[in-house]
């Protein structure tokens, strides 16, 4: 029994590596999805049953929680697996089962409040608005889910997604740091143009782009608070599991990556980031 992290290929390690700083006694399967990354431009039903064939993987591999470290998926088809397919997954395996996102977290991070909360519209002007840059795949930038849900929550906040087309796959492809340079400037430049000024903070909407966040550092002003999903998915995590002790997560210690696509070593970017050379094995 483990717990189970899925993505469309290595962006997820972000928050991998922090879930297993966070819980370094429990069994984790990663899996990522590289034969059909990224997910970002493809279409809503495509992304939902290329999601769903990799829980069920998860599911099989012994998997009884499984993360959606991926943002396009999240926004895309968790509602969708949590509605319909979960329950008949939960009586088809016989244990309890389930599968999270990661933007619930990052929204609660983002406006300092929790998902249930919504605030109470009274018609008044908001003197001060501060805004919120997300930088994000197509899809999730189509899905509006970062503009929608933090406007719920906070009307003095302002959310503006710049969508970055291909740059996801220019880190799972290992791009050298001159190149994703080049593109993560330009990004945070077409935003600024866009708001008419930098963002007061920026969250980094894709998991892949955890790997290049001194790249988005270094764009933005000096001390520009950046929310990290890794750390604030690990936080809700952990009281998640506080309320939910029926779920077995392993106690081992295991530790493994399986991949859709070519197995084996991967790139020099990953294993930057990850510390350690990172083989995976066919899924």
């Given at each position: 029994?483990?717990?189970g992290?899925?993505d469309s290929g290595?962006?997820?390690l972000t928050?991998?590596?922090e879930?297993t700083?966070?819980?370094?006694e429990r069994?984790?399967i990663?899996?990522?999805?590289?034969a059909?990354?990224?997910?970002?431009?493809?279409g809503?039903?495509e992304i939902v049953?290329l999601t769903?064939?990799?829980?069920?993987?998860?599911?099989?591999?012994g998997a009884n929680?499984?993360v959606?470290?991926?943002?396009?998926a999240?926004?895309?088809a968790?509602?969708?697996?949590?509605?319909s397919?979960?329950?008949?997954a939960r009586?088809?395996?016989?244990?309890?089962?389930?599968?999270?996102g990661?933007?619930?977290?990052?929204?609660?991070?983002a406006?300092?409040l929790?998902?249930?909360?919504?605030?109470e519209?009274?018609?008044?002007?908001?003197?001060a608005?501060d805004?919120t840059?997300v930088?994000c795949?197509?899809?999730t930038?189509?899905?509006?889910v970062?503009?929608?849900?933090?406007?719920?929550r906070?009307?003095d906040?302002?959310?503006f997604?710049?969508p970055?087309?291909?740059?996801a796959?220019?880190?799972?492809?290992?791009?050298p740091?001159?190149?994703?340079?080049v593109v993560v400037d330009?990004?945070?430049?077409?935003l600024?143009?866009?708001i008419?000024r930098?963002?007061?903070?920026a969250?980094?909407?894709?998991?892949?782009?955890?790997?290049?966040?001194?790249l988005?550092?270094a764009?933005?002003?000096p001390?520009?608070?950046?929310?990290?999903?890794?750390t604030?998915v690990?936080?809700?995590l952990d009281?998640?599991?506080?309320?939910?002790?029926?779920?077995?997560l392993g106690?081992?210690?295991?530790?493994?990556?399986?991949?859709?696509g070519k197995?084996?070593?991967?790139?020099?970017?990953v294993?930057?980031?990850?510390?350690?050379?990172?083989?995976?094995t066919?899924a």
């Amino acid at each position: 029994m483990a717990i189970g992290v899925f993505d469309s290929g290595v962006g997820g390690l972000t928050v991998h590596r922090e879930l297993t700083r966070r819980f370094p006694e429990r069994d984790f399967i990663y899996l990522a999805d590289q034969a059909n990354a990224p997910y970002g431009g493809r279409g809503g039903e495509e992304i939902v049953e290329l999601t769903r064939a990799g829980c069920e993987r998860l599911f099989e591999a012994g998997a009884n929680v499984i993360v959606l470290a991926c943002n396009t998926a999240s926004a895309i088809a968790l509602r969708r697996l949590q509605q319909s397919w979960v329950p008949e997954a939960r009586a088809r395996h016989g244990r309890p089962v389930n599968v999270l996102g990661i933007i619930v977290p990052t929204i609660e991070a983002a406006t300092g409040l929790p998902w249930a909360y919504e605030a109470e519209r009274r018609g008044e002007k908001i003197e001060a608005i501060d805004v919120t840059g997300v930088f994000c795949t197509a899809a999730t930038a189509h899905s509006r889910v970062y503009e929608i849900e933090i406007d719920k929550r906070r009307e003095d906040l302002a959310v503006f997604s710049e969508p970055c087309p291909g740059l996801a796959g220019l880190i799972e492809l290992g791009a050298p740091a001159e190149e994703l340079k080049v593109v993560v400037d330009d990004h945070v430049d077409a935003l600024r143009r866009r708001i008419g000024r930098h963002p007061d903070q920026a969250i980094l909407g894709c998991t892949h782009y955890e790997i290049v966040a001194d790249l988005f550092a270094a764009a933005l002003p000096p001390g520009t608070p950046v929310i990290h999903q890794p750390t604030a998915v690990a936080d809700a995590l952990d009281r998640y599991f506080q309320r939910h002790p029926e779920y077995d997560l392993g106690g081992q210690g295991r530790r493994d990556f399986l991949t859709s696509g070519k197995a084996g070593p991967q790139s020099d970017l990953v294993s930057q980031f990850w510390g350690a050379p990172l083989t995976f094995t066919p899924a």
